[in-house]
């Protein structure tokens, strides 16, 4: 699954409030629990986003919010990330170690830098489908957030040479134009920032080089663990390992620790492609193998470690799984150990 960090959908929470649109409200519509909000580290679906941006330019009226949105980025926004980008020696550096650490904040849209002797082009790149249907959304709130970073980064009023956009141009592009200042073109070929290539030697000013060190070295550790929260399946399977045995394996109790709505947690697991069920199968199917494996406790009283109402039904559930009773697959696994 495509995820993003909280981080990103409580960033939106401001902005939207300037607009009128209530934070309570727009997570009450999502789903979310607010305490969810406080772990940078948690991750939402990352079509999220891009229904919590549809929601806010539809509720204040406003069809520019992204644009909006960016012009309130801070870099602070981004947790690490940001502050990596505040202490890189330039604004080419910023970019590349943006490129290099974006799936801590999100693995839905891939940046690519190009430089040639003339000019360096970003370009962005939906890569989930969910995030497709919110595309002008999601590409005006990046460059917005772009232009927005790289002027308070270098403390000076720039503006791209051009600005691509794959959709047709809205009705008003006036906001565009104060924005970013450049010839914009809409129907292009793909969405894409364009600079003047000097812009990726202009220095940060405020960059730590020591406290950059740092960062770098923290932002490698959060990836190795982002890397491992992505699969919302996987946090499922891993939390009914441990509510299986209290016999509290069930969708409410699922949703309720990862802090998410039944609805919603039902909907992102169809989006990977499996169902509640099918996961809560899966593991039972794993535990009862591992303990028929070790003979250690009788079959009726696995039935039950696994949550079954009866040993009749484990029984036809285990022979379902593997295409052999309960009995019979320990007197396998016993004779081949012996």
């Known amino acids: 699954m495509h995820t993003v960090s909280v981080s990103l959908l409580s960033s939106i929470f401001y902005p939207a409030s300037r607009k009128g649109v209530d934070k309570q409200t727009l997570l009450r519509i999502i789903d979310i629990d607010e305490s969810f909000l406080e772990d940078p580290e948690n991750r939402v679906p990352c079509g999220l986003i891009g229904e919590v941006m549809a929601l806010v330019s539809e509720m204040s009226g406003d069809p520019n919010f992204a644009l909006f949105y960016g012009e309130h980025f801070q870099p602070a926004n981004l947790n690490v990330v940001g502050y990596i980008l505040a202490n890189s020696p330039n604004v080419g550096a910023a970019y590349r170690h943006s490129l290099k650490y974006s799936p801590i904040i999100g693995n839905g849209m891939e940046m690519t830098l190009t430089e040639d002797d003339k000019h360096a082009r970003v370009e962005t790149e939906l890569i989930s489908p969910e995030l497709i249907r919110y595309k002008r959304y999601i590409v005006e709130k990046n460059f917005s957030m772009q232009i927005t970073a790289v002027r308070q980064l270098t403390g000076k009023k720039i503006f791209p040479e051009a600005v691509h956009f794959s959709y047709p141009a809205p009705a008003?592009?006036?906001?565009?134009?104060?924005?970013?200042?450049?010839?914009?073109i809409f129907n292009s070929a793909k969405d894409e920032i364009v600079f003047n290539k000097s812009l990726m030697d202009e220095p940060i000013g405020q960059a730590n080089p020591k406290l950059h060190e740092m960062l770098t070295s923290y932002a490698e550790e959060i990836m190795e663990r982002v890397s491992e929260k992505d699969s919302l399946s996987r946090q499922v399977s891993k939390l009914l390992l441990n509510l299986i045995p209290i016999n509290q394996a069930n969708l409410e109790t699922v949703a309720e620790k990862l802090a998410i709505g039944v609805r919603t947690l039902q909907r992102e697991l169809k989006r990977e492609g499996v169902t509640f069920n099918e996961l809560l199968g899966n593991v039972r199917k794993e535990v009862a193998i591992r303990h028929l494996a070790a003979n250690e406790h009788s079959i009726a009283e696995i039935s039950y470690m696994l949550g079954f109402s009866e040993p009749?039904?484990?029984?036809?559930?285990?022979?379902?799984?593997?295409?052999?009773?309960p009995r019979d697959y320990r007197l396998d696994e016993l004779e081949k150990a012996s």
Not at 312 to 325: A, C, L, M, P
């Open 172 to 184: 008003d592009i006036s906001e565009h134009q104060r924005i970013f200042g450049c010839d914009l």
């Open 312 to 325: 009749s039904v484990f029984h036809r559930s285990f022979k379902r799984w593997t295409g052999k009773t």
